[in-house]
């Protein structure tokens, strides 16, 4: 049985915003799972091919992400949402940008496929943000803190290091 507050009710879209989705999940499937590497079943993207080119490459999955966020906010889709939706694009580019690494993890972290899941599950139910959503969001926000107070945590500690050398 579904939460009395999980959909609040179906929604009609116009054949704009029909037309729109469609779009998206073109490229979305393009830019994450338009081949089969022969032999394996794993599918990838343009977006991980392109990703190789420096600095133009790691632009491709933050593009996409402003046509997934602009359709989001036209279907009135949770702010949560929308945040989840750029959490998964910065973790791509932050990590994207890391030489080689950063090129293997576009091959495995799909923001694009992962965002466009998240526009079509709510773009045709008007419901309320998961607690999934909430936690990814609240998880995502405490990485970055964490993230952001070790250099701060080093430099103190290296501070008392050459503090006691002197």
């Known amino acids: 049985m579904r939460p009395l507050n999980d959909v609040v009710r179906i929604r009609q879209l116009t054949p704009g915003q029909e037309q729109r989705l469609q779009a998206l999940r073109a490229a979305a499937r393009l ?9 394996t079943g794993y599918r990838i993207g ?4 392109v990703g190789l ?21 036209d279907l009135g889709l949770p702010r949560v949402v929308q945040l989840r939706m750029l959490v998964n694009v910065g973790i791509d580019t932050l990590i994207g940008m890391v030489p080689f690494a950063g090129d293997l993890f576009d091959f495995a972290w799909k923001s694009n496929e992962m ?8 773009a045709y139910e008007e419901r309320r943000a998961s607690a999934g959503d909430w936690a990814f969001v609240l998880f995502a ?23 006691r050398l002197f």
């Not at 420096?54 to 359709?71: E, H, K, M, Y």
């Not at 926000?141 to 945590?153: G, H, K, M, Q, S």
């Open 31 to 39: 830019l994450g799972s338009a081949f089969e590497i022969p032999g």
């Open 46 to 49: 343009l977006d991980p091919i």
């Open 115 to 122: 965002n466009m899941a998240l526009l079509e599950r709510y």
């Open 53 to 73: 080119v420096p600095v133009i490459g790691d632009l491709f999955s933050p593009l996409f992400t402003i046509a997934l966020l602009w359709q989001g906010r």
């Open 141 to 163: 926000v405490v990485v970055l803190l964490i993230i952001a107070a070790v250099p701060v945590l080093l430099a103190g500690w290296l501070l008392h290091l050459v503090g």
